[in-house]
């Protein structure tokens, strides 16, 4: 995409840095998932340094960690964070210099196929204007509304794909205590994000941003800290509750006490939180799926994105090459790419069909 970007340009206007910002990943792990741990490094390539015991903690990343935890740190060109925005912002770019449209403003309000064609309304979320375009081929990816948006042509996939609430929390450590940390106290925090720990939540959190007084804002969120939804429109507008606040700020805690650092729980400022949605696979692997038409015939015009979890933005970009590919009939026999597109495509589509309700 960065390459089509700049093609034609007479400087180098676009680079991956704008997306992706390389720095450390910290996992932390408990010694009870060592024969995972030791699968995920057996011949791996990837630079990483490993920590299993107290002293090499320390030694290694100057942590202080008990005899049951193990520290795995990550160093891989583009590996850090990423920025969902500025990623958006380029596909756009990139489909307007391939000479296609994005339409703003618009929501898909109806869709139906007639005469094997796809006839769909879109109202305008400004003047409340319908507008119906026919296409013959379509992809449909709208997140957690998915299921809403095909209900009418394949009706299976909001059984299939379950929306869910996750929080979000925004965490300032409060500024007479920043301003006592040393210098290399405050670097051993910019190293020490983004980090995963694998317990049975998921704590993970990355530095958001730093403020005009270079406070670091602190994201914070629990992979597995899973809420029903009542209405899917006002799930957005949900306040956090006391406990989720809580939660975030004993994790953060936890965590910084880990990096040795003299920061406690009743150190951190609650910021701001959202209230945001998964949408869940019954596996937790997405869909980058035909449709079906009667149960098991596929329809070869339609294809559907979705079901990704936590894990949709890094994924985004292959699941959109496997999506378009499928839909113009491109072939690609490596066998990772085959793997992956099997996983995700219409074989498993089908036996998930006829699981429904069983
Ligand atoms: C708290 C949180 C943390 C996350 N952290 C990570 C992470 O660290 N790494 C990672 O890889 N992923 C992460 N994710 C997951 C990632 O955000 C999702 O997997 C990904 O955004 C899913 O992409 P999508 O395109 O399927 O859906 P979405 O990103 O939800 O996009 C769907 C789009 O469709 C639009 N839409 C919906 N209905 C209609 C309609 N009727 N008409 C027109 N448009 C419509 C919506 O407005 C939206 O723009 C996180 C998610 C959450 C909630």
Redesign the pocket.
Known sequence: MIDFLNKGELKELYSMQDIYTTSPVTNIYTQSQLNDIENLVDGQLVKYEYASTKEEAEEKFEMKISDTTIVICVYKQYTGT?N?KVLIKKLHQRIKKSGNRVQYN????DLKKEDGIYKITNSDTKTGINKTILSKKIVA?????NG??VKDIAPYFSSLIIPKR?F?SFLKIDSGKYDELTLEEKNRIRESYPVAYLNSEIF?SMIEKFDSDQRPLLKV?GHFLRTEIKDLDEVWEMQLTEQEIQWSKENTADYLAKLNLPIKSSDLEFANGYS????LTESEIPYVSHALKNGTDIDSIFLL??G?????????LAYGLIAADLLIGNRNESFMYQKAKSALGSERLIKDIQSIDK
């Open positions: 990423l969902p618009q929501k898909v309000t990816a709208a997140g957690p509304y809403t948006l996750l979000l993970y969120g945001c949605v998964y949408s994105v979705g990704m979890s936590g894990i949709g933005a890094k994924g985004s």
